[in-house]
């Protein structure tokens, strides 16, 4: 079956880049998501990628995909306190009843310190 | 445009009562699901739906009951509750299903005591 793992925690200067690390198992899984928690709200998609990608930049934020490795990493750039948050790694895998469902890791709490 | 809507946002239960959580969403997704949130485990699916009037399990389904009778809302039903369900639940709803962005509700604390 499908599994996603994550370091748990992570902390970083203000204005440091973060790097969150991932790693999953499903091979099939078109598309890798990356979503953003913050205290007391549900989970809002950050950014994702296609899995024929190799990187993907949005802005402060660097997706990088090794496929052969099933090895995902989100990059953020210049990072700010607002960027405190728990960051879940997701994949896709097919529902039997149709359809898609994300697979998610356990999350890696960010803890930008000034 | 409210999005997904999740109510109660808290609830304190007894061992042995029932419940029901609320989802409710406006953007005319086909797509519903139900998760819960557990620290150290990401989150787990429970039940999800496809479209109105059809329900499957996901994960972890047992000790749940699902209802999808209107398109727009996705009911999660305890009928006996655990301490083993305490958590933080979440509800998602998507377009098709397929790989388009799930949007998720604010989530329900419960605590089963």
């Known amino acids: 079956g499908e599994d996603v793992e994550q370091s748990l925690f992570l902390s970083v200067r203000e204005g440091d880049s973060s790097v969150i690390n991932c790693t999953y198992t499903d091979s099939s899984s078109t598309y890798l998501y990356w979503y953003k928690q913050e205290p007391g709200a549900g989970l809002q998609l950050l950014t994702y990628i296609f899995s024929n990608m190799d990187m993907k930049q949005d802005q402060r934020l660097t997706v990088l995909l090794n496929k052969k490795d099933k090895h995902l990493s989100l990059r953020i750039a210049d990072t700010q306190t607002g960027d405190s948050a728990i960051y879940f790694c997701?994949?896709?895998?097919?529902?039997?009843?149709?359809?898609?469902?994300?697979?998610f890791g356990t999350g890696t709490q960010l803890k930008v310190e000034l | 445009n409210a999005g997904v809507t999740q109510t109660p946002k808290f609830r304190v239960l007894k061992t042995g009562q029932s419940m029901t959580l609320l989802c409710a969403q406006d953007m005319n997704h086909e797509y519903m699901y139900w998760y819960r949130q557990d620290p150290g485990m990401g989150l787990r699916l429970i039940h999800y739906s496809v479209g109105e009037g059809t329900t499957a399990k996901g994960e972890v389904p047992d000790g749940y009951n699902v209802s999808r009778l209107k398109k727009q809302n996705f009911l999660l039903g305890l009928e006996s509750a655990a301490p083993s369900q305490t958590s933080v639940y979440f509800c998602a709803s998507s377009y098709n299903g397929g790989n388009t962005e799930a949007f998720f509700g604010q989530g329900t604390r419960l605590t089963v005591v």
């Open positions: 997701a994949e896709s895998g097919r529902l039997t009843g149709g359809g898609n469902k994300l697979t």
